[in-house]
């Protein structure tokens, strides 16, 4: 893919999904996955995202640079901002205390749901939640948009994205099988650092050159294609790695 045609779908991805979540809301009833738990339903939002997770393995995490409206408030605010490039780990044990405290609080709301009767348990219905942007679901996306542009503006790029996520935990995981990756031509690299500058998850990209060959094996990758664009030597390109064994072997 060329790199201007990155740099325009990764803008309308951008622009799309922050700014026309509400209309996903009101129009099509996407909802939120805590919603879907607290109600007993596998609703389309759900289902999205498990088809996310099982494309991860191939096509990486493209759930996450493409179409997350959080991780899009995120960029937009360090964008703005510029923090500089940083590498640093995720913290696992936030990353499971995250998850613990999301799935327990859903769960318990849809065990009392059951008590009362006003479920029977879980069912298939995409469509469960109202096609509606009412009150509250317009104060749930104010609150997560508005947590996310602080959490952004406190914090390393995406940190949110990578510690705090319920969906980016699991598909971190996933993305280190992926088979399409950055890669970078080893030849060409001036190791001058503007992919690392640009990253919008800080991946240290440099190191992947000087260790592996230019292949970015990195399960904090969201497939942006910013380091793509961003290299003034076209040294960086997507490509489908099917064996990483084989391909190490044949650089």
Same mark, same amino acid.
């Given at each position: 893919m060329k790199k201007n045609r990155i740099s325009s779908l990764s803008f309308l991805s951008r622009f799309f999904f922050l700014m026309l979540t509400p209309a996903f809301f009101q129009y099509f009833a996407i909802g939120f996955i805590w919603h879907s738990i607290y109600w007993g339903a596998v609703t389309m939002v759900m289902i999205i995202w498990v088809i996310f997770l099982l494309l991860t393995p191939i096509l990486g995490r493209i759930g996450c640079g493409w179409f997350c409206f959080m991780g899009t408030a995120y960029d937009c605010v360090h964008h703005a901002r510029k923090p500089k490039a940083e590498y640093r780990k995720t913290m696992t044990w936030f990353r499971v205390l995250m998850q613990i405290m999301f799935f327990t609080s859903a769960f318990a709301f849809f065990y009392l749901n059951i008590q009362r009767g006003t479920i029977n348990?879980?069912?298939?219905?995409?469509?469960?939640?109202?096609?509606?942007?009412?009150?509250?679901?317009?104060?749930?996306?104010?609150?997560?948009?508005?947590?996310?542009?602080? *959490?952004?503006?406190? !914090?390393?790029?995406?940190?949110?994205?990578?510690?705090?996520?319920?969906? =980016?935990?699991? @598909?971190?995981?996933?993305?280190?099988?992926?088979?399409?990756?950055?890669?970078?031509?080893?030849?060409?690299?001036?190791?001058?650092?503007?992919?690392? *500058?640009?990253?919008? !998850?800080?991946?240290?990209?440099?190191?992947?050159?000087?260790?592996?060959? =230019?292949?970015? @094996?990195d399960s904090e990758c969201v497939m942006c294609g910013s380091c793509s664009v961003i290299c003034k030597k076209d040294a960086i390109k997507y490509q489908f790695v099917w064996n990483r064994k084989e391909f190490l072997n044949n650089r």
């Open positions: 348990g879980f069912h298939f219905n995409p469509f469960r939640l109202e096609p509606s942007f009412n009150r509250h679901y317009c104060l749930v996306w104010c609150v997560d948009i508005g947590m996310a542009s602080l *959490t952004a503006l406190l !914090t390393n790029k995406r940190w949110g994205c990578r510690n705090m996520c319920i969906f =980016g935990f699991p @598909a971190s995981y996933l993305a280190k099988y992926s088979r399409l990756v950055p890669v970078v031509d080893t030849e060409k690299c001036v190791n001058c650092g503007l992919c690392e *500058t640009d990253c919008r !998850t800080g991946v240290h990209l440099l190191q992947y050159v000087k260790d592996n060959k =230019g292949l970015v @094996a």
